[in-house]
C-alpha cells in the first residue's frame, strides 16, 4: 500500500492505495463519483479531471503518478450549491440528456474557457474532440461551450476583471 | 491490468532512474496513455520519470533540444518558438486530437513504444533528428530516429531529442478514417538550411519499421516541376515503402496513400522552397 495525499477540490485528500490503482478508481472510492468510469482506455473522456490545471483522462493515470498534484474534479466547480458558469451553460442549452458523459465534457469546457475565454466554435468542436457523447449528437454541448464562454465574459466584466 | 506490480518509484535522478530500470520487471513510465492501457500484464516496477530534469524546450547553439518529458500540448504550444522549420513536429503533435491524451504524451512515451503510427517519431525522422539516449551502463549515445525504433529491444532511456535550428521547412500530413484515430499512414517532409530535402513515411505497422526516411524519392523531391515527375517519384517512394497491411488498409492501399501523402507535401513545398539534393 502507497499513502496518497493530494490536493483534491481544494482540500487535501489522504488515501491508502495498491500502486495499479487508476485515479478514477481513488477518487469514486473516496466518494467522488461525479468523475465517471467509461471505456478505461482514454477513448471516451468521461473520467476527466484536471491535474494542476490540465485536463487528463484519470482512467490512464495512475493515482500514484497523481500523488503529491493538485486535483479538481467536477464536484469542485460548483460555488458552494450554485452551479459554476459552465455548469449553468450545460443546464441552459440542454446539453444533458442522460449525462454520462456530461462531467467530462464540463471539465474540458472549463480546461478550454481558463486558457481560452473566447473561443471559436472550431475550438469548442476541438476541446470536446475525445468526449464521446451517444445522446445529444454533439450540437448541444457545442452550444454550451459557446454559452459557456459568454457567461463566464459576462462574470467577469460584472466582477471588473 | 497490471498483474505483478508491487512497486513505484519516482526517482529525481536519471542515474537514480538507470538504476531502479535495471530490475527484472522494471518499466519507465512517462505520461502513461499508452502504458497504463496495454501491455503492462508483467511490470512488476514502475519508475516514473515525472521528477526528471527532462522537460522544457530549448535553444542550445545550432540546436533545438526537446526534452522527453515535453508534451504533445508543449509542443502545439511552442509553435511561435520552434516556427516554420520544425513546423511538421508540431503539426504531428497537432494530429493528436483527444486533448487528454495530447495533454499526458510525452515524447519520449511516442518514442519508447517503438511503433510505426506515433506521428511525432515520422516527424522527427523526416527532420533528422537526433535522440540522445542513456543505457543501462550510463554511457549516452546519439542515434537517429530510425536507429531507435529498428535496434534490437533496448533498455535505454530516450532523454531527449535535438532538432536543426536553421531547417529552413518542414511539413507533416496524415490520414486516418476519423480525426480520433492513429494515422493509417503519415508523411513528413523537411527541408535543410543546405536546401536538402528529406522525406519520411509511417504508419507501415506495431513496430520499429513502421517509420522509414524515403531517401531516393526526396533525392527526386527537388524536380517537383518538371512534366513526369510524378511518376518517377512514385516510382522512386514505392520502391522504398514496406508493404504493411492490417484491418485498416491493404498493403497495396497504404503504399498509395503514403505516396500520395509525400508528394502533396513535396508540391505544396516547392511553391516556396529551392530544392538542391537528396535525402542526407
Ligand atoms: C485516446 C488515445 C489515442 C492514442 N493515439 C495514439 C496515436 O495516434 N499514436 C501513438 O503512437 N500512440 C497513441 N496513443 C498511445 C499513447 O498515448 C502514446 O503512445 C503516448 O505518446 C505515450 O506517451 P506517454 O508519455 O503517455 O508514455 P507511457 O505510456 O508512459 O509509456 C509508453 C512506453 O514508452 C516507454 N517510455 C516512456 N518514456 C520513455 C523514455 N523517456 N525513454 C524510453 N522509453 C520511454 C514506457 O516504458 C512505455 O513502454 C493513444 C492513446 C490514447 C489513450
Redesign the pocket.
Given at each position: 500500500m502507497i499513502r496518497f495525499e493530494a490536493m483534491v477540490n481544494g482540500e487535501q485528500l489522504i488515501a491508502e492505495i495498491e500502486p495499479h490503482e487508476a485515479l478514477t478508481e481513488v477518487l469514486r472510492r473516496c466518494g467522488l463519483y461525479g468523475t465517471k468510469r467509461g471505456c478505461e482506455?482514454?477513448?471516451c473522456g468521461t473520467c476527466a479531471v484536471l491535474v494542476d490545471g490540465t485536463l487528463v483522462?484519470s482512467c490512464?493515470l495512475l493515482a500514484v503518478q497523481a500523488n503529491g498534484h493538485e486535483i479538481t474534479t467536477i464536484e469542485g466547480l460548483a460555488r458552494g450549491r450554485e452551479p459554476s458558469a459552465v455548469q449553468q451553460a450545460y443546464i441552459d442549452t440542454g446539453a444533458v440528456q442522460c449525462g454520462f458523459c456530461t462531467p467530462g465534457m464540463v471539465m474540458a469546457t472549463h480546461a478550454l474557457l481558463s486558457r481560452n475565454p473566447d473561443p471559436t466554435e472550431a475550438d469548442a468542436r476541438q476541446a470536446l474532440a475525445?468526449h464521446l457523447c451517444r445522446c445529444t449528437g454533439y450540437i448541444k454541448p457545442i452550444d454550451a461551450v459557446m454559452a459557456a464562454a459568454a457567461l463566464v465574459r459576462a462574470e467577469k466584466e460584472a466582477a471588473g476583471e | 491490468m497490471y498483474l505483478d506490480l508491487e512497486d513505484y518509484k519516482r526517482p529525481a535522478t536519471v542515474e537514480q532512474c538507470i538504476d531502479l530500470l535495471g530490475g527484472k520487471g522494471s518499466?519507465?513510465?512517462?505520461?502513461?496513455?499508452?502504458?497504463?492501457?496495454r501491455?503492462h500484464e508483467r511490470v512488476a516496477r514502475l519508475v516514473d520519470?515525472q521528477a526528471l530534469p527532462?522537460r522544457g524546450i530549448e535553444r542550445v547553439g545550432d540546436a533545438v533540444k526537446v526534452g522527453?518529458?515535453v508534451?504533445?500540448s508543449e509542443l502545439v504550444d511552442a509553435a511561435g518558438e520552434l516556427g516554420p522549420g520544425l513546423g511538421a513536429l508540431v503539426e504531428a503533435a497537432r494530429?493528436?486530437r483527444?486533448l487528454?491524451?495530447r495533454n499526458?504524451?510525452?515524447?519520449?512515451?511516442?518514442?519508447?513504444?517503438?511503433?510505426g503510427?506515433?506521428?511525432?517519431?515520422t516527424a522527427l525522422a523526416a527532420l533528422d533528428a537526433k535522440l540522445e539516449?542513456l543505457a543501462a551502463d550510463g554511457t549516452r549515445t546519439h542515434v537517429g530516429v530510425t536507429e531507435y525504433l529498428t535496434a534490437a529491444a533496448a533498455p535505454?532511456?530516450?532523454?531527449g531529442v535535438s532538432l536543426r535550428a536553421d531547417t529552413r521547412a518542414s511539413r507533416y500530413a496524415s490520414f486516418?478514417p476519423t480525426v480520433?484515430?492513429?494515422?493509417v499512414a503519415d508523411a513528413a517532409l523537411a527541408i535543410a538550411a543546405d536546401g536538402t530535402w528529406r522525406l519520411a513515411s509511417g504508419g507501415h505497422g506495431p513496430h520499429g519499421r513502421g517509420v522509414v526516411v524515403l531517401a531516393k524519392a526526396s533525392a527526386l523531391a527537388g524536380d517537383a516541376h518538371a512534366d513526369d515527375w510524378r511518376a518517377r517519384f512514385d516510382a522512386a517512394a514505392l520502391d522504398e515503402l514496406p508493404s504493411f497491411a492490417d484491418d485498416r488498409g491493404s498493403a497495396e492501399y497504404r503504399r498509395d496513400l503514403s505516396v500520395t501523402l509525400a508528394a502533396r507535401l513535396v508540391a505544396a513545398a516547392s511553391n516556396g522552397a529551392t530544392p538542391s539534393g537528396g535525402a542526407r
Open positions: 482506455s482514454g477513448d483522462a490512464t475525445g | 518499466s519507465a513510465i512517462a505520461g502513461g496513455t499508452y502504458l497504463n492501457v501491455d520519470l527532462l522527453a518529458l508534451t504533445l494530429g493528436e483527444n487528454c491524451t499526458r504524451s510525452t515524447v519520449g512515451g511516442r518514442l519508447g513504444r517503438r511503433r503510427d506515433a506521428r511525432v517519431a539516449l535505454h532511456l530516450v532523454l486516418a480520433m484515430e492513429s494515422p
